[in-house]
C-alpha cells in the first residue's frame, strides 16, 4: 500500500481543492469529533495508541508530547506547525503542502481542540512562496466552509489559522527558534526546559509538530490508532513519506509503511542511474550518519532497522550515492552546510563547525595532515551535546559516520594530496 | 533604544504596502505586532527591487513601533533579505549535497559564463545576479534554482538558457 495517509489525495486531479478532500473523506472526522463533543483526553489516547512517532527527525511520540499541555489552564494556547523544511534531502512536507493542505488544516483544528488550543500557526519556509499561497488558498477555502473560524459547526469550539512566513535560515526548523521567528526575532534557540509545552509562543502553552505529524491525525482518527500502527512495524507505527533523492533514476516522494526494505524504496525510486553501483546511502537527511549501500541494502525504513545500524531514520530523507562520489568531498559540503547555519550562540557550535569545515576542507584540497583524522574526531566529540540546540550535534554525527566508514578514503587524501575515485 | 512612535502611519509607505503590512499585522495578537516584521522587510524590499535600505528599515520600525536596531538585526539573520543592490532577477543556485551530486556545478559554470558575474556579483546591466544557496527542500529535481518566487528543477545547461530567455 503507498499514499494512503498524508497523499491519500494525490491520484485526483487538482488534489488540493477543498471539494476533491472533502470527496476522500475529508473533514469528516472533525464534524464527528465537534458533533458529538469528543472527549479532547479520547483523541490524545488514539493519537497515542497509533504510534505516531514526530516525522520532523526527533521521532518523539506526538500522543505523548501532547499530553504534557493542561487543556484546562487558563488562557491562550497554541498549536504550531513546522514546515520549515531544511534539512537538507528532505522535500516531502512542500508535497503536503501543495497537494493535500487540507488534510494538514484538519489535523491542526483536531490537535487545538485536543488541547484546549485556539490558535494556530504554520511556519513556512520563505523561499517555499508557492506552497505557502497554496496554504493560504485553502485556509481561505476551509474559513468560508465554517471550518476555521468562531463557533466551528455550531459546536462552541473556535479555532483560528494562520501561516507565517520565514526568510530562509535553517535554524528555524528548531523549534524554539522556530517560535523566536514568530515572534518577529532572529530565530535563535531557547534554552530548555522550560519546553514549549510549558513556555511557548508568546510565553504560552505550545505544542509543535512537523507537517506530515499533524496531517497524519486525521486518518488516525478516522481509521483508529491500533489502524495506523499496524500499518508499520513494532515502535514505528504507520506510513511515513520517503524523500530520496541522489543519483537515481527517479527521486521523488513515497508514503510507504514503515518497516519497508530498503532495497524496495530504491526499486521504487528507478534504481541506480546508467547502471552504477550503490555506494553508500544518508538514510534521514544530512545529518543522519551515513551507511555504506551493502549494508543499506539490508536494512529496513523504521526506527529501529536504521538505529541498529548506528545512524538514524530522521526526517525521512534518503540521499542515494554511487561509486563515483569522493566522501571527503560530500563531508565538505555539509560540514559547510551546518558552519554556514550555525547561529552562533554557542561557543563549541560557532567555533567547532568552522573547525570542521576548515579541516576537511584542507583534505579536499590536499593540505591534509596526518594528525587531522583525529582532530576531526576530538572536535565532533567535544561539540556533541554540549549545545542549546541538536545543530551542534546535526554538524557532528556526519563527521563520525564518515570517518566510522570510510576512513580510508580520508587517509588516501591525506597521503597522496588527491582523491581515490576515479584512480585505477 | 529608542522605538519611534510615529503617529499618523499614512506618512510611511504606499497604501498598497501598507494594506499587505496590515495584512500580516492582523495574523498575530494585537500586542504582537512584532510578529508581522517579517512579513512586512520582505514586502517593502519586493517594491524596492529586491533589496532593504537603511531608511526602508526604519520605516518599518516605525511602521510596527518597533526599535530599528530590533528590525536590522532580523533584515541581517535571515539570508533572503538582501542589504546591497541584486539583480531584476535573483538566481538562486542550490549547490547542497543532493544537487551537488547531480552536477549543480556544471550549471554553476555555465551561469558564471553566460552572465559573466560570479556568486554575489549583479551583471552590469543590472538584470542578474547569482547567489548559492542551501537546500531549498526540492531535491527529488536536483539540480535545481530558485529566480524570484518561482522553482526551477531538473536544470541542464540548455533548459538554463531556455529559462533566462524567456525572462523579461
Ligand atoms: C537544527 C534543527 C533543524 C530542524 N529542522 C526541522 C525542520 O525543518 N522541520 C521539522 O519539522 N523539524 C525540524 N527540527 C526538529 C524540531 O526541532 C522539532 O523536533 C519538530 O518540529 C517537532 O515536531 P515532530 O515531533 O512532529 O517531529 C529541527 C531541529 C533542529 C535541531
Ligand atoms: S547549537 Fe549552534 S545553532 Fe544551536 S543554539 Fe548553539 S550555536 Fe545556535
Given amino acids: 500500500m503507498a499514499n494512503e495517509v498524508c497523499l491519500r489525495t494525490l491520484d485526483l486531479e487538482r488534489p488540493w481543492l477543498l471539494e476533491q478532500y472533502q470527496s476522500r473523506g475529508g473533514y469528516e472526522m472533525l464534524k464527528k469529533i465537534l458533533t458529538e463533543k469528543m472527549a479532547p483526553e479520547a483523541i490524545v489516547e488514539e493519537v497515542k495508541k497509533s504510534g505516531l512517532r514526530g516525522r520532523g527527525g526527533a521521532g518523539f511520540p506526538t500522543g505523548l508530547k501532547w499530553s504534557f499541555i493542561s487543556r484546562n489552564a487558563p488562557g491562550q494556547k497554541y498549536v504550531v506547525c513546522n514546515s520549515d523544511e531544511g534539512e537538507p534531502g528532505t522535500f516531502k512536507d512542500r508535497d503536503i503542502l501543495r497537494y493535500n493542505p487540507h488534510q494538514l488544516i484538519e489535523g491542526m483544528i483536531i490537535a487545538g481542540y485536543a488541547i484546549g488550543a485556539t490558535r494556530g500557526y504554520n511556519y513556512i519556509r520563505g523561499e517555499f512562496w508557492e506552497p505557502y499561497e497554496r496554504f493560504e488558498q485553502a485556509l481561505e477555502d476551509a474559513r468560508s466552509a465554517g471550518y476555521l473560524g468562531e463557533n466551528l459547526l455550531g459546536s462552541g469550539f473556535d479555532f483560528e489559522l494562520h501561516a507565517h512566513l520565514g526568510a530562509g535560515a535553517y535554524i528555524c526548523g528548531e523549534e524554539t527558534a522556530l517560535l523566536e521567528s514568530i515572534e518577529g526575532k532572529k530565530g535563535q534557540p531557547r534554552y ?26 486525521p486518518m488516525i482518527m478516522e481509521k483508529g490508532g491500533e489502524w495506523f500502527a499496524d500499518i508499520g512495524v ?30 524496495e524504496l530504491l526499486a521504487m525510486a528507478g534504481g541506480m542511474k546508467e547502471g552504477h553501483k550503490i555506494k553508500a546511502v544518508i538514510p534521514g537527511g544530512s545529518s543522519a550518519p551515513i551507511i555504506p549501500g551493502e549494508q543499506m541494502m539490508e536494512l529496513n525504513m523504521d526506527y529501529d532497522s536504521i538505529a541498529g545500524a548506528g545512524s538514524m531514520l530522521g526526517s525521512g530523507a534518503v540521499i542515494v ?6 566522501m571527503v568531498k560530500i563531508l565538505e559540503r555539509m560540514s559547510y552546510f551546518y558552519h554556514e547555519e550555525s547561529c552562533g550562540q554557542c561557543t563549541p557550535c560557532r567555533e567547532g563547525t568552522g573547525w570542521l569545515y576548515r579541516v576537511v576542507h584542507r583534505i579536499e584540497t590536499g593540505q591534509g595532515r596526518q594528525e587531522d583524522l583525529d582532530l576531526l574526531d576530538d572536535v565532533a566529540s567535544k561539540i556533541s551535546g554540549k549545545t542549546i540546540c541538536a545543530l551542534g550535534d546535526a554538524a557532528a554525527m556526519p563527521v563520525q559516520g564518515m570517518l566510522r566508514h570510510y576512513r580510508d578514503e580520508f587517509q588516501y587524501h591525506i597521503d597522496h594530496k588527491r582523491c581515490m575515485i576515479g584512480v585505477g | 533604544m529608542t522605538t519611534t512612535t510615529v503617529k499618523d502611519k499614512t506618512e510611511h509607505f504606499t497604501p498598497e504596502v501598507r494594506a499587505e503590512i496590515d495584512r500580516w499585522i492582523a495574523k498575530y495578537p494585537a500586542e504582537w505586532k512584532q510578529s508581522a516584521v517579517m512579513g512586512a522587510l520582505m514586502i517593502v524590499q519586493d517594491e524596492n527591487g529586491g533589496w532593504l535600505t537603511n531608511q526602508l528599515m ?21 539570508s533572503m533579505y538582501e542589504l546591497k543592490p541584486v ?10 549535497v543532493s544537487c551537488m551530486t547531480n552536477k549543480s556545478d556544471v550549471i554553476v559554470e555555465h551561469l558564471e559564463k553566460k552572465l559573466g558575474i560570479g556568486f554575489g556579483q549583479v551583471t552590469e546591466d543590472g538584470r542578474f ?20 518566487k518561482q522553482y526551477y528543477e531538473n536544470l541542464t545547461p540548455e533548459i538554463v538558457d531556455a529559462i533566462l530567455e524567456g525572462l523579461e
Avoid: W
Avoid at chain 1, 242 to 247: M, T, V
Avoid at chain 2, 58 to 78: G, K, N, R
Fill in chain 2, 87 to 96: 539583480g531584476k532577477h535573483k538566481i538562486c543556485v542550490c549547490t547542497n
Fill in chain 1, 234 to 263: 513494532k515502535n514505528s507505527g504507520g506510513s511515513k513519506l520517503f524523500s530520496i533523492s541522489g543519483n537515481i533514476n527517479n527521486p521523488g516522494v513515497f508514503e510507504i509503511p514503515m518497516g519497508t526494505p530498503f532495497s
Fill in chain 1, 321 to 326: 550515492l554511487d561509486e563515483s562520489n569522493c
Fill in chain 2, 129 to 148: 545576479s547569482l547567489k548559492e544557496v542551501e537546500c531549498l527542500g526540492a531535491c527529488g529535481g536536483a539540480p535545481m534554482m530558485q529566480i524570484g
Fill in chain 1, 192 to 217: 530548555k526546559p522550560p519546553f514549549p509545552a510549558h513556555f511557548g509562543l508568546y510565553g504560552r502553552p505550545t505544542i509543535i509538530n512537523n507537517t506530515e505529524s499533524l496531517a497524519s491525525i
Fill in chain 2, 58 to 78: 526604519d520605516q518599518v520600525a516605525a511602521y510596527l513601533d518597533m526599535p530599528s536596531i530590533a528590525v536590522y538585526e532580523v533584515a541581517t539573520f535571515y
